[in-house]
Every structure is written in structure tokens, then in C-alpha cells.
């Protein structure tokens, strides 16, 4: 069997898909799979390009717009016959190449959180035109992989032909060996700079209603999202801004915070959230997270959306005792172990044989 994932941006850039499609395509390797990763490149990629370790990559130059569209793609998708091309992400061009990829070809489409209702309801009048060409034609020849039940009913909702053919799958993440001796402190975010993750909000909540409990802020985004954030930071004590956090970094920031913080209005299933549980720290969610095994009573602790229960969330984390912290931080990163990659990999591997045994009945 021939797997080709295909992501618009195969760097950072691309958010949480950096991490899941890189992880989901390596473990797959591990395994024995046949894969090869299909993508933009932009000008920094070469400083990116770890994350893919000796997966075979096929990349093509993005433009300004980061679109993805390139007439090589379609040729080159052909010519590499895969049996299962798996398509990451949509509102670009990925979804032109699940619509024109060889009838041979079954394809696979994760939505990575872009059908969510927030997401949908961001300008309208591209995507659904664009809705119309390409994601409901794409959709329409394709098995879809949810992350969550959110997400699977999410797509059904946007094309309910979907119901039959979507199943659910979680991202994964890599087994993790917290840094120990290190006695944990305050608060992290780490992620990206969008404003669908209210880090503007975040920082303004927490110079008015923290009192002793400090908030790092790790995030990467575009040059004013970094500007934005770094100045609503200078104007506090009680919250520092970091920038972006990788490698060793960011697992030592991981494995020394005591709360890992995530204010979310969309997300189709936050790695970071689960890497910080996995490290040891106790995570702080909001129902958009879709992970509700990590706020679980005895774990996380969950956030309201509109910040309207911060003001007692702050204090309970303020006042949290040390053998509570242990128990929600033990419950929490036991939590974690089903999304450990070899596991997602083997599942996903077992759809792409149901798909194909379909595809030949």
C-alpha cells in the first residue's frame, strides 16, 4: 500500500498539522508503511525541515498567499499512483488535489478542525463559493477522518452524505520522559499566536485577577501577532512572553509549569494540550479543546470561553495544594497513554485497508 499525506505548509506555519501530519506520517514508517509527505516549502524551511526526519518529502515553493496551488501537484500525484492519498486540512488548495487525484486513488481527508461552526462562520463569502468548487466535490469522492465526535458531527453537518463514510481517530503524540527534580511553577501557554486562542484576552485576565501565580506566554505567529503580544506583556508583571519554544525548550517548559493553559474558541484536537499533560502539567481547557478525558473530574480544570468563571479558575489554581497538584497531574498524564503514536498509526493504517476493501467490493 502507497501513502501519500499531503499538508499546503509542511512548516510551522501550519500550526498543530506541523506536529500531527509529521508524527501520524513518521509513525506510520515505523511500522513498515510505504509513505511519502507531499507539500509547500516556504523560505525558512530548510531550519523546519527536522520535524520530517528521513520521511521522503515532495515540496513545492508557496507563494505569498500560501494558497498551495501548483499545476506540478496534479502531475505528480499521478505519477506517484499512491493508493491512499491522504489530504490534511481545507480552504486551499489541498482540497483541489483530493478532487482531481487519479479514480485509482482513495482518498482520505482530515478536516484538522476546519469545518468547526467558529471556523466556518470566518468570511463566508470565499468559503462558500470555494465550498462549492472544491471541498464538497473532494468531500464528496472521500472517507473522512474526525478527530473527535465534535468534529464528526461537525462534517455532517456540513455535508451529511459524510455520515457513512467519516470515522474518528485522536492525534497523537510522542512518549514522553518529563524532566524530574525540578520543582513546578505558574502557568504556560504554548501555541500559536491566533486570535482564535484569546492570548490577547488571556494576558489582559490574568494582570487583572492573578495575585501571585505568573503566566509564561510561548507562542509564535506573524510579526504584528508577535508584536501585539510581547507589548500587552510589557505592561504587566505578572505575565512574560517568551516567543517560540521548540525542541528541548519547549520540553523543559513543559516539564517545569505547573498549569498549561489554553483559552480556545476552535481546535480540532490541541497536541499541545496533550503534550503538556503527557509532561506533567495540569491541564486548563475549555470545552472547545475537545478533550474532555483531560479535564475530567480529579484532572484539568475547565475554562469557560468567555473568561466569565477566570476570576475563581485563577484562584483555585492559586490555591491548590501540593498533594492535589500530584494527584491531578498523575490523573491527567495517565490520561494520555491511548494517544501515544504507534497506537494512532496502527489505527489509521487499519482504515486505509477498510477504505481500500471498499473501494474494491
Known amino acids: 500500500m502507497k501513502i501519500l499525506h499531503f499538508s499546503t505548509r509542511l512548516g510551522r506555519s501550519a500550526g ?27 523560505a525558512q524551511f530548510e531550519e523546519e525541515r527536522s520535524v ?45 488535489y483530493g478532487r482531481l487525484a487519479p479514480k485509482e486513488t482513495q482518498v482520505v ?20 463559493p470555494h465550498a462549492a468548487l472544491w ?20 462534517a455532517a453537518g456540513f455535508m451529511p452524505s459524510l455520515r457513512e463514510r467519516t470515522f474518528i481517530l485522536p492525534n497523537g503524540i510522542d512518549a514522553t520522559s518529563p524532566k524530574g527534580g525540578k520543582e513546578r511553577s505558574g502557568a504556560l501557554y504554548l501555541g500559536r499566536l491566533h486570535e482564535k486562542k484569546q492570548v490577547l ?13 505568573p503566566l509564561t506566554i510561548a507562542g509564535w505567529g506573524t510579526p504584528d ?3 501585539l503580544v510581547a507589548a500587552a506583556c510589557a505592561k504587566t508583571k505578572k505575565v512574560g512572553f517568551v516567543g517560540g519554544l521548540y525542541g528541548e525548550w519547549k520540553s523543559e517548559a513543559l516539564s517545569s509549569a505547573r ?27 475549555t470545552e472547545a479543546c475537545h478533550l474532555p478525558d483531560l479535564v475530567a473530574e ?51 493504517l487499519d482504515q486505509y485497508v477498510r477504505v481500500l476493501a471498499g473501494s474494491s467490493s
Not at 482530515?110 to 462558500?128: A, C, E, F, H, N
Not at 476552535?266 to 499533560?277: I, K, N, Y
Open 16 to 42: 498543530g498539522l506541523y506536529h500531527s501530519v509529521s508524527g501520524l506520517a513518521a509513525a506510520m514508517a515505523d511500522l513498515g508503511a510505504d509513505v511519502t509527505v507531499m507539500g509547500g516549502r516556504e
Open 52 to 96: 520530517w526526519g528521513r520521511l521522503p518529502l515532495v515540496t513545492f515553493p508557496l507563494g505569498r498567499a500560501r494558497y498551495g496551488f501548483a499545476p506540478a501537484v496534479v502531475s505528480e500525484i499521478a505519477r506517484l499512483k499512491p493508493h491512499i492519498l491522504h489530504v490534511h486540512g481545507l480552504w486551499s488548495a489541498s482540497t483541489i
Open 109 to 128: 481527508i482530515s478536516p484538522r478542525g476546519m469545518l468547526d461552526p467558529w471556523i466556518l462562520k470566518r468570511r463566508p463569502w470565499i468559503k462558500r
Open 135 to 154: 471541498e464538497r466535490p473532494s468531500l464528496g469522492r472521500a472517507h473522512v477522518h474526525a478527530l473527535t465526535d465534535h468534529e464528526a458531527t461537525a
Open 201 to 213: 484576552k488571556l494576558i489582559d485576565a490574568w494582570d487583572r485577577h492573578a495575585k501571585k501565580l
Open 225 to 227: 501577532e508577535e508584536r
Open 259 to 285: 498549569f498549561f493553559i489554553l483559552p480556545s474558541l476552535s481546535e480540532g484536537l490541541p497536541m499541545a494540550a496533550l503534550e503538556a499533560a503527557a509532561h506533567g502539567a495540569i491541564p486548563v481547557l
Open 298 to 348: 480529579g484532572r484539568g480544570l475547565k475554562m469557560n470561553e468567555d473568561f466569565s468563571n477566570f476570576h475563581a479558575l485563577v484562584r483555585q489554581m492559586e490555591t491548590m495544594s501540593a498533594d492535589e497538584a500530584q494527584q491531578r497531574e498523575a490523573s491527567a498524564k495517565a490520561a494520555t497513554q491511548k494517544f501515544q503514536w504507534p497506537n494512532i498509526a496502527r489505527s489509521m
